[in-house]
């Protein structure tokens, strides 16, 4: 009996640790930092921009919900893993190319605001991807060993294997930085921390379009206006506004944006007054202090 009991108590204690809170900022801090790309073969692609942008709308289309109420989606992780697994004509054509384009040279002849859209896409449709061939996981951190999912180089664009992190904070951010005149400075867009998934119900929202240069301004504040409407993006108390780790997490990035629509900022208050709905009160202080939820955001 003792040790049925000991054992009882063994998984129960493991049960509860599962369901922690992940500290994201830690788990980046503690790992070893993203490895350099390293070169693979380019794909061949049929796809144009304009063909890709129909592809990749026609794979949101099939796999992406919003939710009634608020702007807010869900994704259909266990629809898209079962059509994989059973080979679904439609969903292999829609995966190869879409995968064949971003491996392609098609990047390079872009212009930047056409490299930051093609990325944001990119990005996002990997973690789905991952998630999808992983699946049945509960959190994306399964996807690969030791919660090193987003410093694993497992995504082809343009002939380099990379990482999410590398993607984001390497390929991204020199875009980002260079689109704004600074490509050796802390200039950022913060607004992309709005547009980048990661796969759980704590992110922002994933949009239901297609990310293209032409709308990009456009989407980028839509998207995090709409994100800033959600009780876990940020909430407003008596006292001061609960905001989620994503402040914490990219603090430099939300203390050195620049966009068109807002060229500069003093601290995290002129960046949140901005796309706060309704009236925000800069009297409030800010606390960071909504945890992640980690789990899927499935449905």
């Not at 990325?119 to 996002?124: C, H």
């Not at 990997?126 to 699946?135: C, E, P």
């Not at 995290?268 to 945890?291: C, M, Q």
Request: proline fraction near 5%.
């Amino acid at each position: 009996m003792k040790i049925i009991f000991a054992v009882f108590v063994f998984l129960a204690a493991c049960s509860g640790y599962q369901d922690q809170p992940k500290d994201f900022g830690a788990i980046q801090a503690q790992g070893a930092s993203a490895p350099p790309p390293r070169e693979v073969p380019r794909t061949d692609t049929d796809l144009d921009p304009v063909g890709f942008d129909e592809t990749f709308q026609e794979f949101l289309d099939k796999y992406v919900v919003i939710l009634p109420g608020k702007y807010d989606t869900r994704i259909k992780y266990k629809a898209y893993s079962n059509d994989l697994k059973k080979k679904d004509a439609q969903t292999l054509s829609l995966r190869t190319e879409i995968i064949n384009y971003f491996g392609s040279d098609t990047y390079e002849g872009l212009n930047l605001d056409e490299k930051i859209a093609f990325i944001t896409n990119a990005y996002n449709f990997f973690v789905i991807d991952l998630i999808a061939r992983k699946y049945p996981i509960k959190q994306i951190f399964e996807a690969t060993p030791g919660e090193e999912v987003f410093k694993v180089n497992f995504i082809n664009l343009a002939g380099q294997n990379m990482s999410l992190d590398y993607l984001e904070k390497t390929k991204l951010a020199k875009v980002l930085k260079t689109k704004l005149g600074n490509p050796n400075g802390n200039l950022t867009d913060a607004r992309l921390h709005f547009a980048l998934i990661c796969g759980a119900k704590g992110c922002p929202i994933l949009l239901d379009k297609v990310y293209k240069a032409e709308t990009l301004e456009e989407q980028l504040t839509d998207i995090t206006k709409k994100s800033f409407a959600l009780p876990r993006i940020i909430q407003e108390k008596s006292s001061h506004y609960s905001l989620i780790k994503l402040f914490e997490w990219y603090k430099d990035d939300f203390n050195n944006h620049s966009s068109s629509d807002l060229p500069s900022v003093s601290n995290h208050k002129d960046f949140i007054a901005r796309y706060f709905p309704g009236t925000f009160n800069s009297a409030k202080i800010l606390k960071v202090d909504i945890e992640y939820n980690w789990d899927l955001n499935q449905i």
